[in-house]
Structure formats: structure tokens, C-alpha cells
């Protein structure tokens, strides 16, 4: 469309121009600009430009767009990039080295930020699978349709396909991610995953299949990258294609088997069996601290980290209690929307709202977070609140899920089938304690001078 085009030339503009555009990418709401010269950068500009709806500085500059419309708008920057003329992006990046940002840069934060590049392209994967999964376990529980159909069966491939393979996903996105070759990567993944390796005994015991987990994945597949660009500084390039993945596979291999998946093992169950225990022992009070801290990380777009952690859980005890706790932080921010809604008297504010409002209930926070609480100050503090309340509820009655997905109203499917009315009351009292916190403590009128 000729407006999603208009909107990407006025952000290139604001950038610097194709010039000045090192790489880029999207996830599901922001485009992400790696520039040559930040200082060129306009980035005032940047957030008035109508259609932007918030903007983030990290290690890339992240324009805030929205669902759907990143995606639109991405493809059309990336086509005026190409017909600029300009030097290809990955020449580019070879050649010109932008220094990364490191203001608040602490190494947690950048570790997140690590994971999160790796897990971010897999997000229309997940989402798909764990819809597709959640909905044909409720309609086969629900007695509408048999187990043993081959409808019922054609679903759970369909749906379960993605999580049996995902370590190999996972491994191709990380050996990416740190410099190796994506197919080494995978087979790193596989290496994990591989049902055959239940033949291997070592120290007198049979190898687990999975052992590890996506720690162990993520761990093989970041070894396997180092090796490979290790080997490759003392192979002669006329013996590269053979050697140098040969040797890389092989000592990742040995290393997997012997390291890797006791380790990560190891890893996973802390984390897991220490999250159970926060939870069982914390109760609601965990539900709420952890509920209304999940905006804050969403503001700095880290919540993707987290993604390594819900799959692990999934893959260890049969579901997910976190997710559901965590999705409370954008019911909480839809509550607050309304009640900004319902008290303010400026019509941009109203469309502002309006806008985002369909996505917040959807499970897509960004747009009410950039585009309304967030600028205000003291909603963005009450949506939070809101969001506790709502986290101490599902937190209090255990409601976990099956598959990893978008939180919201849709995340209602991926809930055991018998929790599904619980999760949903949770939801509705994060989006009251939202609206009450904020109608009454949270938003004065004159706070949206912006807004005139």
C-alpha cells in the first residue's frame, strides 16, 4: 500500500538515508536499524512521524509499528534500500563496523539480548504451533472430536511437529547468531535431539535423548560456531569445505555427549525446580511480583529471552505456570488504556487508544505501551500494578500452559482445557485492577499535553 511505503520513506529520511543503514530486521512489532553513524540519526523526529508508535534505543535503534504493519512497512523500507543503489547490506556489514551501544549495557542485559535475537525469528513458528496444538486438545477434550480420528491426528502433527524438531531451529539461529555456519548449527541441534544417541553408554549409563534440553542445544550450537572459526584460521582454503565442518562436528560432538547434556540437564532442572519453588512457596505474592515486573522488560524488549525458559519448562514438567503469570502485563495495560480512555477529554489521545487497544487484547502490549502509558509516566506505573493483581490470581490457582504463544485473549487456548475459564477471570481482574488503579490514582487530563 502506498501509505506503508510513505511511512518507510520518512523513517529512511529520519535515519540518514539508505546510506546510513548498515542491516536491518523486524520482529513482530519493530523494525530493528543497525545505522553506519548514529549521530546522523534523527531521532526526535523519528517518534512524530504519524504511524510510529514508540521508539528504543539498544544495541539497534527499534522503531515501534505495531503488529502486521512492521511487516508491511519493513518490506517496503528494505525495497527503497535496494533501489537507493547502495552497496549491498551484508557487504556492508562486513566492512563498516558500528560500535555497539553500551549505555546501561550490563552483561545480563546483553546475554538476554543474545537469546533473544536467536529466539525472535522463531516467534511465527511458536505462535502458530501452540495455537494449533491448544485448540485441537480443548475441541478433542471437549468431546467434539475423537482422539483416534485421522483429523484429530493430521492436527497433532500439524501442531506438535514444530517442538519435536525445534532444537534443530534453535541451533541453526544460535550458530548464526555467534558466526558459524547455520548448518552446523542444526546438526548441533541434532546431536541433542537425536533418538539414536539412546544407544551411546557413557559411565554406565544409556545417553536421555533431549537430555539438556535447548540449554544443551543452545550450548552445542555456540560451541560448534567457536570451533568452526577456530579450525578455520589453520586450514588451508583449498581443504575448507572438508575439514574444518568435519572437525568442528566431530569435537562438538564428543564434547556434547560428555558435557553439553549433563550440563545443560543441570542448568534446565535449576531453573525449572527454582522457578516451581518461587512459585509454591511465594504464592500470589510471587504471582505478583513477577506480573508486574514483566512491562519494565518488555519496555527494554528483553521478554524474548524468556522464550528459552517457557519451552524448557514445557519440555520438563508437561507445561508452563510462568506465562500465564506474565501475560497479566498486558492485561493490566488494556485496563489502564480504558481508563485513560474513559477520563481524557483530547481526541488524539482517544485514537491513540483506540488504535491499540485491538492488539492489547490480543496479546500484543507494545502499541498502548510506546504510544500511551509509557509517555504519560504514572500509567504505565498503575498498568503494573494492574498486572500483579492479575498475576497473583493465576499464580494462586496454578494455571499453566501446554505451548508457548501469544499472551491475551488467545493465550486462553493454550491453557489446560479445564483452567480455561480461570485463566480468563484472571485476565478480566487484571484488566479491572488496571482501570481502578489508574482511573483513580494514575491519569489526570493534564498530563497529556502532548496530545493537544
Not at 65 to 81: A, C, Q, R, S
Not at 103 to 124: D, H
Request: with cysteine; glycine share 14%; aromatic share 8%.
Amino acid at each position: 500500500m502506498a501509505e506503508n511505503k510513505i511511512l518507510a520513506e520518512k523513517i529512511l529520511k529520519q535515519l540518514g538515508g539508505a546510506k546510513n543503514v548498515e542491516s536491518y530486521t523486524h520482529c513482530m512489532t519493530r523494525l530493528r536499524v543497525t545505522p553506519v553513524d548514529e549521530s546522523l540519526v534523527n531521532k526526535e523526529e523519528i517518534k512524530k512521524i504519524d504511524g510510529v508508535i514508540g521508539f528504543v534505543e539498544e544495541e539497534t535503534l527499534q522503531i515501534i509499528l505495531g503488529p502486521g504493519k512492521v511487516n508491511k512497512v519493513t518490506e517496503e523500507f528494505g525495497k527503497l534500500i535496494e533501489q537507493s543503489g547502495e552497496i549491498n547490506l551484508k557487504e556492508r556489514a562486513a566492512s563498516v563496523k558500528s560500535e555497539l551501544k553500551t549505555k546501561n549495557a550490563t552483561p545480563f542485559k546483553l546475554f538476554l539480548r543474545k537469546i533473544a535475537s536467536i529466539f525472535i525469528p522463531l516467534i511465527p513458528a511458536l505462535v502458530a504451533s501452540g495455537l494449533i496444538t491448544g485448540i485441537s486438545k480443548a475441541v478433542i477434550q471437549a468431546g467434539w472430536l475423537s482422539a483416534e480420528s485421522q483429523l484429530a491426528m493430521i492436527l497433532t502433527v500439524i501442531g506438535g511437529g514444530l517442538f519435536t524438531y525445534l532444537g534443530i531451529l534453535v541451533g541453526i539461529n544460535a550458530a548464526k547468531e555467534f558466526g558459524g555456519s547455520p548448518a552446523l548449527g542444526g546438526l548441533a541441534g541434532i546431536l541433542i535431539i537425536n533418538p539414536a544417541s539412546a544407544s551411546i553408554v557413557l559411565f554406565g549409563e544409556e545417553l536421555v535423548p533431549g537430555r539438556g534440553g535447548l540449554i544443551g542445544v543452545l550450548l552445542a550450537a555456540i560451541f560448534i560456531a567457536i570451533v568452526e572459526k577456530r579450525v578455520r584460521k589453520f586450514v588451508p582454503q583449498s581443504l575448507d569445505i572438508i575439514v574444518t565442518p568435519t572437525i568442528a562436528l566431530l569435537v562438538t560432538g564428543i564434547v556434547t555427549y560428555l558435557v553439553f547434556m549433563p550440563v545443560g540437564g543441570f542448568i534446565s532442572d535449576v531453573i525449572t525446580k527454582g522457578l516451581l519453588a518461587v512459585l509454591d512457596m511465594g504464592g500470589i505474592i510471587a504471582g505478583f511480583v513477577l506480573g508486574s515486573t514483566f512491562l519494565p522488560l518488555v519496555v527494554t524488549g528483553l521478554h524474548q529471552g524468556l522464550t528459552p525458559v517457557h519451552l524448557e519448562l514445557i519440555n520438563t514438567i508437561g507445561d508452563d505456570p510462568l506465562l500465564p503469570i506474565l501475560a497479566m502485563g498486558g492485561a493490566g495495560q488494556v485496563g489502564a488504556a480504558f481508563a485513560i480512555y474513559f477520563k481524557t477529554k483530547k481526541p488524539r489521545l482517544k485514537r491513540a487508544i483506540g488504535g491499540g487497544l485491538p492488539s492489547g487484547v490480543l496479546g500484543i502490549g507494545e502499541p498502548l505501551i510506546f504510544g500511551v502509558t509509557l509517555p504519560l509516566g504514572r500509567p504505565f506505573i498503575t498498568a503494573c500494578l494492574g498486572a500483579g493483581v492479575g498475576g497473583a490470581f493465576q499464580a494462586y490457582f496454578n494455571i499453566a500452559t501446554i505451548a508457548v504463544g501469544v499472551s491475551g485473549l488467545p493465550l486462553s487456548f493454550l491453557v489446560h482445557t479445564h483452567q480455561i475459564v480461570l485463566y480468563l477471570v484472571g485476565v478480566l481482574i487484571a484488566y479491572a485492577a488496571g482501570f481502578i488503579f489508574t482511573y483513580l490514582f494514575g491519569f489526570k487530563d493534564e498530563m497529556a499535553g502532548e496530545y493537544d
